[in-house]
């Protein structure tokens, strides 16, 4: 008779490296337990075993009285003990079943037995046949879907891959993923990360586009079920194998470069500029001019109306959307509309004159295309830089609408998030009370079903914007605080909480407040781009001697050079030298005054239009 032994809880596995080391443990300990109750899956032997290892090979020590764990269960090398015992029971199995597992140990912890089967050339009720004994002897368990198994234990399966040698596997995945591709030909949308996973562990120097090309789909996938960081898992893997090829293809390069710089802006926008630069040298060394252009439109997320993320005041972004400008013809009309609406909000950041045209033709080029991710970068694009020279009512309700077919559209929610927030800045500028709600609704339902850090800070600052708007200086203090904390940038984060805070004691009457509220003001920041102007707004609302210097600064570089929004910085600039009683005052006032008249004739925006007349 048989006997089936359930295995240890993690409690009871704890009580047994407790016991095994005199409970003196480190206050690390609770990860490396975790970790090791679900490696050997609660098997007293198999725990005991790979202890009895870590400690042989120096990775389990003792220290002060106390045993100190600095190893990464999941990499330690299988115990010899552990590997023999496994072995030795498996050599009792029929060499039938044996081929099945290991097979099966290649395709993974959970596997389909009709495909295992057919990586070796039977049907499937053969294949269960084989696999019996090693389900009544304990080593697979059957699943509750038809026809898939488990290993029992993980360690079990390791022993079988070990066993199955480096070059047999390569040769396995390959297979297994050309099973999955004929086994399942009618649902491959089930099987895309087996498919990526496989072909990418199966790719050789002469054979990686099927790898390429199944890790952009399944990231695709899963960035639409808001699951990034398994995207961005899929295409790290895929520029892997795509970097066995000698010389790598370009095009199979770039392409998840790019993909990579779409999937990472939004909540690291540094790794994304890194994936976007090198995607744009690749493509120019090999002049492909269409990879080019995406290179610089993968960063759509970093410009919106009031952002610009990891531009931090160069030119990079600039002079990459220029330099696919170049290549123009090479572009499709969905690419170029973004690339050249990017470049003239950009351009209008650093400072630089922004050709109307370029922007008027974007939006006729996004019309054309037709795709939402167009529309909403189109959308911003010309919101901003209609900005500078006064929006109309006309040309805002017809971004609006664009950026409403964002949110709503069927789309991964990273584009409905960015949407949302130029959404809900473009209904302030109208004054549009439900618009915003939406908008806001929108972004906070984005942050919570992606869990992105971004989303999270842009849903506080407007919350701290609309307590600004109803003068509620409460909501404003808590909603910056709030935001602040949860800013991607810690530098903006303090710069912007530092101006807010200070907005409000100074319209309670409490300005001798602010320097206790925001610390060292040098310690915001340098003068470049926009923190510049805000910075000498704070010390300005402050009354630190130092103001007229960092004002002296920023007006040396020019009021619109590199800043996320040049309206609001020349509106703080100007407020700045008004507040500091600076020699220049009314000339910067005047500028700021006549840049806003269209705007505030119009309906404008409520915060330009009260930090100039602040000034004024």
Avoid at 112 to 120: F, M, Q, R, S
Avoid at 202 to 223: E, I, M, N
């Amino acid at each position: 008779t048989r006997i089936r032994l359930r295995g240890l809880d993690e409690a009871e596995t704890d009580d047994l490296v407790r016991a095994l080391a005199g409970d003196d443990l480190d206050a690390g300990a609770r990860p490396f337990i975790e970790a090791l109750h679900q490696r050997t899956e609660g098997n007293p032997f198999f725990a005991v075993e790979l202890l009895r290892h870590l400690v042989d090979q120096g990775a389990l020590e003792r220290r002060d009285g106390h045993w100190n764990i600095e190893v990464d269960i999941d990499e330690s090398v299988l115990p010899e003990g552990i590997r023999e015992v496994v072995s030795r029971r498996l050599r009792r199995l029929p060499p039938p079943t044996i081929g099945m597992l290991e097979v099966a140990a290649v395709a993974g912890a959970h596997f389909d037995a009709e495909v295992v089967g057919a990586v070796l050339g039977v049907d499937l009720l053969d294949g269960l046949e084989r696999l019996d004994p090693a389900r009544s002897a304990g080593f697979v368990v059957e699943t509750s879907r038809a026809n898939r198994f488990a290993f029992a234990h993980a360690l079990t399966r390791s022993t079988i891959q070990d066993q199955v040698g480096v070059s047999r596997r390569v040769d396995l995945h390959r297979r297994i993923a050309e099973a999955i591709e004929e086994v399942h030909a009618a649902d491959l949308g089930s099987w895309l990360a087996d498919l990526a996973h496989h072909h990418a562990r199966g790719a050789h120097p002469g054979s990686t586009a099927a790898a390429v090309h199944w890790a952009l789909a399944a990231a695709d996938q899963a960035r639409r079920s808001a699951a990034n960081a398994d995207a961005i898992g899929l295409l790290e893997q895929g520029l892997v194998a795509a970097r066995l090829a000698d010389p790598p293809d370009a095009t199979e390069v770039t392409d998840l470069l790019v993909a990579l710089a779409e999937t990472t802006a939004v909540d690291d926008p540094l790794a994304a500029r890194a994936y976007a630069t090198e995607a744009g040298a690749v493509a120019e060394a090999a002049g492909l001019g269409h990879q080019l252009g995406a290179a610089a439109a993968s960063l759509w997320s970093l410009v919106n109306t009031t952002n610009v993320g990891a531009v931090d005041g160069d030119r990079w972004l600039v002079d990459l959307c220029d330099l696919a400008l170049g290549a123009a013809d090479a572009l499709t009309p969905s690419i170029r509309a973004r690339v050249l609406g990017m470049s003239a909000l950009l351009h209008l950041w650093v400072g630089d004159e922004v050709e109307a045209e370029n922007v008027r033709h974007a939006v006729g080029l996004a019309a054309e295309a037709g795709d939402v991710v167009t529309s909403y970068v189109v959308a911003s694009a010309s919101y901003g830089t209609d900005l500078t020279h006064g929006l109309t009512p006309g040309r805002a309700r017809a971004y609006l609408e664009l950026l409403e077919s964002s949110v709503d559209a069927d789309v991964d929610w990273q584009i409905k998030g960015m949407a949302a927030v130029s959404m809900a800045m473009l209904c302030s500028t109208l004054g549009d009370a439900p618009g915003f709600a939406l908008a806001r609704q929108r972004i906070e339902t984005a942050r919570d079903t992606l869990g992105s850090p971004r989303l999270a800070s842009w849903s506080a600052w407007l919350e701290a914007m609309e307590g600004l708007r109803r003068g509620a200086w409460d909501q404003v203090l808590a909603a910056t605080t709030a935001a602040r904390d949860v800013t991607v940038d810690p530098l903006i984060g303090d710069v912007m909480w530092a101006v807010h805070t200070g907005s409000v004691l100074l319209h309670q009457g409490r300005a001798g407040e602010i320097l206790a509220y925001v610390g060292d003001v040098p310690a915001l920041g340098g003068i470049e781009g926009s923190v510049g102007a805000y910075r000498a707004l704070v010390e300005a609302l402050a009354g630190d001697d130092r103001a007229t210097a960092t004002i002296d600064g920023v007006l040396a570089l020019g009021p619109l050079r590199g800043q996320p929004s040049g309206l609001a910085t020349v509106g703080a600039t100007a407020w700045a030298v008004a507040v500091a009683g600076h020699r220049d005052a009314a000339p910067v006032v005047e500028e700021a005054l006549s840049r806003y008249t269209g705007l505030i004739a119009s309906g404008g925006s409520w915060r330009s239009a009260r930090w100039t007349a602040c000034s004024a």
